[in-house]
Each structure stands twice: as C-alpha cells, then as structure tokens.
C-alpha cells in the first residue's frame, strides 16, 4: 500500500471559520510533509515534521497550524483565514527524513476560502 | 535560498516524438533532483530520481541526466504516448534527505495522437 489519502477532498470556509485538513498514510513512513499548491503553480513546502516532531516551518502564517498525533497522521488546523489561502494543499510521506526517499503525495484537499 | 528554473513551460509533441524538458538551479550545494508527474485532481507522483553522484540514469522510455558543472538538469521521454501528457516537476533538494524540495514551475506535456 503506497497510498496517502486526504480529506476532506474539498473544502469551502468563510474567514471566521476554523477547520481541519487531515492526511494519513499506513506505509510506516516517518517523514510527513504540507505543502501549498496554487493554480499552475509548483508545490511549496510549508511544513516538514520529522519522526512526529516539526522540524521545517517555513515561514508559515500562524493561522495554518500543523499536528502530528502519531506516525500515520498528520492534521492541519486552519483559522481566519484569507481569500488568498485558498489553493490545493498536498500532503506527503517519505520512509526516513534522514536519508532521502521518495516522496508519495496524495491527492490534496482543494481549499477555497470566502 | 535555492531557485529552479524550468523551460518550456508548454511542449507539444507527437505521439512516439521525444521530449526533453530542462531545469537549471542556482545552489551548488543541491545534491538530489526529482522529478514529478502531475495529472489533473491528482497529487504529483515520482517518475525518476538522480542524486549528485551520478550523471544519468535511466529506467524504461524515462531518463535523467545531470551536469553538476554547469548546474542544470534534464527529463528526456523517448516514444511519447498520449498517457504521457500531464504537468511534469523538476525539483531540487540541499539536504541529504531530499526533504527541502524546491519545485521548478512546472511543464505542461501534451502528446498529440
């Protein structure tokens, strides 16, 4: 099984409203990461959590706020945010963030804020 | 920080035409390059990877090479089949772990049947 699964598969929020992404993966894999994706634009890293530890914030507005209960999930909490927000948010694993690995994504959770 | 540069950002090939897409980085110290696949409502999905120790590598109809000198790296897609078209990601990564991924923009490939 080399599946990330994320949900929800989309979302609506208004500014006021908090809410949570969630992505889990089953492959043992101790490496999660976010990341931003904008319409015809590449991914950008936003979050690196490393044996259920941050340990790449990169430079991340307060209002995006990542979680890693435990090694197969990985949630991230979502408050006042702008219009500008919005865009497709990926979520990957890779099997050890000391030594490099592919990276599985799965399919992004597409966020439009009003 | 690292940029990656990618070009063209639109190739039309004909179906069983090549395709070569390339990217160039501004950091030396980069040491593992991957590239993406990317189709529509879907996450991108690893294609081919090469590290900075070795100069290409190749698997099937998909091959990598990469000039560490001249700091640039190229996706070479032999007998193009319409499956192919998507959006293809070269990346870049400065530490050993390829967890800091820098994408170049991104080339859209479409194959022509």
């Known amino acids: 099984d080399t599946e990330v699964t994320q949900t929800p598969k989309h979302l609506v929020m208004g500014m006021t409203n908090k809410k949570s992404l969630k992505c889990e993966q089953h492959?043992?894999?101790?490496?999660m990461y976010w990341y931003k994706q904008k319409a015809k634009k590449p991914p950008e890293l936003m979050f690196v959590?490393?044996?259920?530890?941050?340990?790449i914030n990169e430079s991340v507005p307060s209002r995006f706020s990542p979680e890693c209960p435990n090694s197969s999930l990985l949630n991230l909490h979502l408050h006042a945010l702008q219009p500008e927000d919005s865009a497709l948010y990926l979520c990957?694993?890779?099997?050890?963030?000391?030594?490099?690995?592919?990276?599985?994504f799965g399919p992004g959770t597409r966020l439009t804020v009003t | 920080g690292e940029n990656v540069e990618q070009h063209p950002s639109t190739l039309s090939v004909q179906e069983g035409d090549s395709a070569v897409i390339k990217c160039t980085y501004s950091?030396?110290?980069?040491?593992?390059f991957p590239w993406y696949k990317q189709e529509l409502g879907k996450g991108p999905q690893l294609i081919i990877d090469?590290?900075?120790?070795?100069g290409e590598k190749k698997d099937q109809r998909i091959a990598v090479t990469l000039n560490k000198t001249a700091k640039h790296f190229s996706l070479h897609i032999t007998e193009t089949q319409p499956e192919d078209s998507a959006v293809y990601f070269c990346?870049?990564?400065?530490?050993?772990?390829?967890?800091?991924?820098?994408f170049g923009g991104g080339t859209r490939l479409m194959v022509k049947p």
């Open positions: 990957a694993s890779s099997q050890d963030p000391t030594w490099g690995f592919e990276q599985y």
């Open positions: 492959m043992g894999h101790r490496a």
């Open positions: 959590y490393s044996y259920e530890k941050l340990s």
């Open positions: 950091d030396s110290a980069s040491n593992y």
């Open positions: 090469i590290r900075s120790n070795v």
């Open positions: 990346a870049a990564s400065i530490d050993n772990a390829g967890n800091m991924l820098t």
